[in-house]
């Protein structure tokens, strides 16, 4: 069974920072693009940033300049440093990862049970 468990969240004032951790355990094959999402109250989830096993990242444009997506691949763990976060940066952000486990002959996709990140003075 695969697992992604998310750490770094909280509340921070407007223009401050947060790092956030998602590491993946269990029985892994192989991951390929991770990945950040997030959800607002009343907003459909949204994506914020992606990484590949090669490193070659995206992210959507109100994040850009200001949100780094970086992963250490001998850890099984994604990053996301944010930086001048705003008020519309609240939101519960979710770990996302396509991998596959071990003897599976498909990739799938997993989530983390999300951690919430308040931007509030």
């Known amino acids: 069974q695969v697992r992604l468990v998310e750490s770094g969240g909280g509340l921070v004032q407007p223009g401050g920072s947060l790092r956030l951790s998602c590491a993946a355990s269990?029985?892994?094959?192989?991951?390929?693009?991770m990945g950040w999402y997030r959800q607002a109250p009343g907003k459909q989830r949204e994506l914020v940033a992606t990484?590949?096993?090669?490193?070659?990242?995206n992210y959507t444009d109100s994040v850009k300049g200001r949100f780094t997506i970086s992963r250490d691949n001998a850890k099984n763990t994604v990053y996301l440093q944010m930086d001048r976060l705003k008020p519309e940066d609240t939101a519960v952000y979710y770990c996302?990862?396509?991998?596959?486990?071990?003897?599976?002959?498909?990739?799938?996709?997993?989530w983390g049970q999300g951690t919430q990140v308040t931007v509030s003075s």
């Open positions: 996302n990862s396509k991998l596959r486990t071990s003897g599976a002959l498909r990739v799938g996709v997993y």
């Open positions: 269990g029985s892994i094959f192989a991951i390929y693009n």
């Open positions: 990484i590949t096993s090669g490193g070659s990242t």
